[in-house]
């Protein structure tokens, strides 16, 4: 069966191909044959394409001028064409799946798109305006170029939507509730992901498990995991809420906003955009929203950097601690996305605050490049994994399930 993946971000799609046996799943993540990705420069309304396949063969390219969607199409056509070509037609793909942030309260499980879910996609886009609409923008070139192939959403919201209503219902009055104002919790294909893949590694029934994953890349979020279901998490009604992130602030005191609203230079324009790109690590450091940037400026004794990397780590354990109440004891710790996987000294710093519970890691393992281990000590009364996300498998897989049904 051959699936192809878009992932819709707010500044650039990216999608795979992945060829799947018809008989039965593989238990672990393939390579995709072929990688495309669209990079659109806000500037200079100038995108830039860049195509990989598994044997190799490279494709970069710039082009201006078109739609967005024009340029998605594009890309796709490489996928049968040119030195990147994996397949002799594009009707040969059987199933396109698409990552959508948010699928509200309406749409917890994959489903395959029709007209009505395209327009509840863009109804949605009030609470995801950066990311629902690039994800119809990928609905729509897939239209264009592959007719009317099936083609299925998976909700970044879906994974949440077991929340208990103590965890996902905000205290405020009633009626925001009946708005639609509650935790939806984003990430979540990821944390799924990493559900799976954590407890294939312990050689564990998922069911048997209680985790913490912790997405931990330019945005971050925890999730509290019990018996293969999501039972809390940080991000919320929106993507803002819950850690320190790389531009975001997360949970702050809704009492700052009411302070800056009544100052006449603050309009919620402007708030947006505080909140989202210039707070976070970028905020409180001034260097970089990057944390290998920020790092690099605290060994050349910047003082900002420093305390951008301290507040990170405390809300990043203060989070985990609020997990570990609503898991009542722990598993597995599981570390994942480009911090996650990446820095051990977040690994470290984090580890250090459970110790005393009897969570240790390996700190050689750490050391190393240690994707889908576990970098626990063999006495750690908790394991520490780390896992090397894969959404885009994780959405091959669903489809490859519906279609299975
Ligand atoms: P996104 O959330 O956009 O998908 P990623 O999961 O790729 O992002 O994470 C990107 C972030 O990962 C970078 O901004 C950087 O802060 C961090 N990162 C990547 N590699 C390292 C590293 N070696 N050490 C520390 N941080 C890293």
């Not at 024009?70 to 040119?82: C, D, E, I």
């Not at 996300?389 to 279609?403: G, H, K, N, S």
Request: aromatic share 6%; net charge negative.
């Amino acid at each position: 069966m051959k699936i192809l993946v878009l992932n819709a971000g707010s500044s650039s799609q990216k999608s795979c191909l992945y060829e799947i046996p018809d008989a039965s799943l593989p238990n672990q993540a393939l390579q995709p044959c072929w990688e495309g990705k669209v990079n659109w420069n806000q500037d200079g309304g100038v995108a830039e394409i860049e195509v990989r396949t598994a044997t190799g063969e490279v494709l970069q390219e710039c082009i201006s001028g078109d739609s967005l969607q024009a340029h998605v199409v594009y890309m796709l056509n490489t996928l049968n064409s040119g030195a990147t070509k994996v397949i002799g037609h594009l009707s040969e793909i059987d199933v396109v799946g698409h990552r959508v942030v948010h699928g509200g309260q309406s749409y917890r499980d994959s489903v395959v798109i029709t007209e009505e879910i395209k327009k509840e996609i863009g109804r949605l886009s009030t609470l995801a305006p950066a990311h629902n609409p690039a994800a119809l923008e990928g609905i729509e070139a897939i239209e264009q170029s592959l007719g009317n192939v099936i083609q299925i959403a998976v909700f970044d919201t879906g994974f949440h939507s077991t929340l208990p209503d103590a965890a996902a219902i905000y205290p405020g009055p009633y009626e925001w509730l009946e708005q639609g104002i509650r935790r939806y919790g984003f990430h979540g294909i990821s944390h799924q992901y990493c559900a799976s893949r954590a407890a294939q590694i312990l050689g564990r029934d998922l069911t048997s498990l209680r985790l913490i994953t912790c997405h931990l890349g330019n945005g971050c979020s925890l999730a509290a995991i019990k018996n293969g279901r999501s039972i809390d998490t940080t991000m919320g009604f929106t993507p803002l809420d819950g850690l320190m992130m790389g531009s975001r602030c997360g949970s702050i005191d809704p009492g700052i906003l009411i302070y800056l609203l009544r100052q006449s230079d603050y309009p919620v324009e402007k708030l947006n955009y505080v909140l989202n790109k210039a707070s976070g690590l970028r905020g409180i450091s001034g260097v970089s929203s990057d944390l290998r940037e920020v790092i690099a400026a605290i060994n050349q004794g910047n003082d900002r950097a420093q305390l951008a990397y301290d507040i990170y780590v405390h809300h990043l354990r203060a989070g985990i601690g609020a997990m570990l109440a609503s898991l009542g004891g722990l598993d597995a710790l599981v570390f994942t996305a480009g911090v996650g996987e990446n820095s051990s000294e977040i690994r470290q710093a984090v580890c250090d605050a459970w110790e005393f519970l009897g969570l240790k890691i390996d700190l050689e393992k750490n050391q190393q490049q240690p994707i889908d281990i576990d970098i626990a000590t063999s006495d750690s009364t908790v394991r520490v994994l780390v896992i090397r996300t894969q959404e885009d498998w994780e959405i091959a897989q669903q489809c490859w399930q519906i279609l299975q049904k």
